[in-house]
């Protein structure tokens, strides 16, 4: 791959505290993604425990056929994110910048899924706050439900979309040669973030598709 | 040119000086100066709050604001103090300006993160200032719902908003503090050879990271059942509004630690200097540091004991809230015996050192009183609460804030301020306080609630000696105001350590230079490694 250099920024003694530091400060942005994420499933909690059956009968307007293939989409798009950090620790830039693509690929996948989802409650009268109709004895629980449904996969396609762009950007540098077997950590850093994104879904789908699969 | 002009060595405040260079530096120690002028800029907002509202409680009548304004104002002041000034106060100017110092580092470890965090600040500070402005907000600054969320009428949303984005300024800055202790220590420099100061600075970001996405995602509930109209914490739609106060609490609780921990730093470092002697227990002060941390952050639920959450869950949160005092008394009794038998100087820092050690001993102790589920039905929303979270956060952290100001001003300009006058507000800002908030513990204890415009008669003379305090404090905040900016150009050279203190930040010039350190220090010893003959000297 010929001579690189590795850009250490000023502050930093040598590229060996450049890249702990990095990683370090992503596991404690992660941390705080944890309790911010924390805060809607305690709220999730707490009014599925006061309302069990509601919950359950209200999660079976739920597509599991599209969540499930959505939970495949992502959890492929992380085993090419683990791929994209592995070509890049070895220098491979062609298979680091084909994996990044694919990574974001699936991830738009993810995202036109899941709008088609969202379509569908729009139709069906389940947005809370617009039109809202729910032909049951507990509308008002079935509505706590279906909000925090959109917050939850709301803020979780919020980050998502926000990892696509960051991979676009290390798609670019890559592609331009900006990383090396040598300095690959931000691409190390921005698969944390991503394989968090992915590990966030993996709670949600048994939370809101499976209710009424494990009662 | 002045006979004390600071000409001699490039530092950080000569190496540019158009507004380019300040705007978008990544240098800490400058971005610590934009947070530093910010703040104080909100303080004095903050403050004038307060001034209206002591004005209109001079007399029983609603006779200067209507109930609704005064809502408003109590409202605003709440949010101005605590979101604007107070979590920032001390982490994101003195700790801007010191953590990388003190560890013998360049800067930050993520210095446009830094910048960046101001520019968060700013736009959170206009957004919720705008808000004020154009109508303001009257929910209290605890936004409790179904008020906050059905009945107010008023900017909640736009300031919500405003505190939002606020939020990620505290989030960042805290992560590059951690950060950097983890990673950029200087040779030799061992965790247990750090000073105090990075100790709090490490607990608190360790709050910081941890509390404030709570928050984050609490408001931005609190938003969407606003806008939407439905109902997440609203109990006609379904919702609990005991949830909101959790989840509320779980981070405006330990928010209170965010404010004293930088503050005992501080101190710590003050005491240890002016009593020339090492400080008394350094692990124990480490350690209590994050005890007060981690226990904190289970004591929420002694805001909620008349909510009606359980009895036994009251009972398990009122022995929590006890168990912080153990920490708590751990650090005043080594600062008292740091100051035992130590060669004492009574220069101005040290004087908020003894203030905030006396008044937070007072406020600290009141808590004891509040965090007994009895006594607490019993002054539940009276001014015997105000009292007390003022003993803390005013007599506390404002006095650590004012008195790290007053220790590391000469490294941060170069300058000293007049010592007379320091002391002189120092003693005033002291005594206003007291005279501000400890009438209202007696209010408080004879039944004056909180949150209200008009009192009854018999109230009247504590309340006019509780408003004549806070003019005095007023006045208190303004006198360093003016001679600490009259410092900048015609105060004394300060020399590159006034104080003859130990610890990395003096061993560089005053001002310090773009990178801090003209070599990187080699750390070989303890912290305070302070010799009783040699007096500070300044």
Redesign the interface.
Known sequence: MGEHRIPV?????DSV?QR??AT??MW??L???V??????V??YA??RV??PEAFARASRVQNILLGGINTAVLLTSSCTMALAVHAAQHGQRRRSVICLLSTMFLGLAFLVIKGVEYAEKLHEHLV???D?RYAGA?A??A??YF?LYF?LTGFHALHLTIGIGLLAVLAVRSALGYFSAEYSNPVEVAGLYWHFVDIVWIFLYPLIYLIQAYR | MSPHSITTHDHYLNAGYGVRSWLLTTDHKRIAILYMISITFFFFIGGFFAFLMRMELLTPDGDLVSAETYNKLFSMHGITMVWFFLIPSIPSVLGNFLV?LMVG???????RLNLLSWYIYVAGGLFTLAAMIFGGVDTGWTFYTPFSSTYAHSNVIPVVIGIFILGFSS?LTA??F???I???RAPGLTWFRLPLFIWAMYATSIIL??????L???L??LG?ER??????FDPA????PL?FQH?FWFYSHPAVYIMILPAMGVVSEVITCFARKKVFGYKFMAFSLLAIASVGFLVWGHHMFVSGQSAYAGMVFSALSFIVAIPSAVKVFNWAATLYKGSISYHTPVLYGFGFIGLFTIGGLTGLFLASIAVDVHVHDTYFVIAHFHYIMVGGAVMGYLGGIHYWWPKMTGRLYPEGWAKFAALVLFVGFNLTFFPQFILGYLGMPRRYHVYPPEFQVLNVLSSAGATILGIGYLIPFVYLIWSLRHGKNAGANPWRASGLEWQTTSPPPV?NFEE?PVVTGEPYTYAEEESPGG
Do not use: K
């Not at chain 1, 920024?9 to 003694?13: E, I, L």
């Not at chain 2, 580092?105 to 210095?111: E, I, K, N, T, W």
């Open positions: 920024a000023h502050q930093f003694d505290q702990s530091a370090l400060g404690i942005f941390a705080t993604e309790l911010f994420f924390g805060g809607m305690l709220a707490v009014y006061l309302n809370p706050g617009i809202f507990d008002g629980a509505q706590l909000i917050l | 990388p580092a360049r800067d930050l470890a993520f210095p989030i992560l590059n951690i950060v950097t983890h990673t950029m990271v941890l509390a404030t996405p709570v984050a995602i609490t931005a509930m969407v806008i939407f109209g439905v109902g997440l739609l379904g919702g609990d949830l989840l990178n990187t």
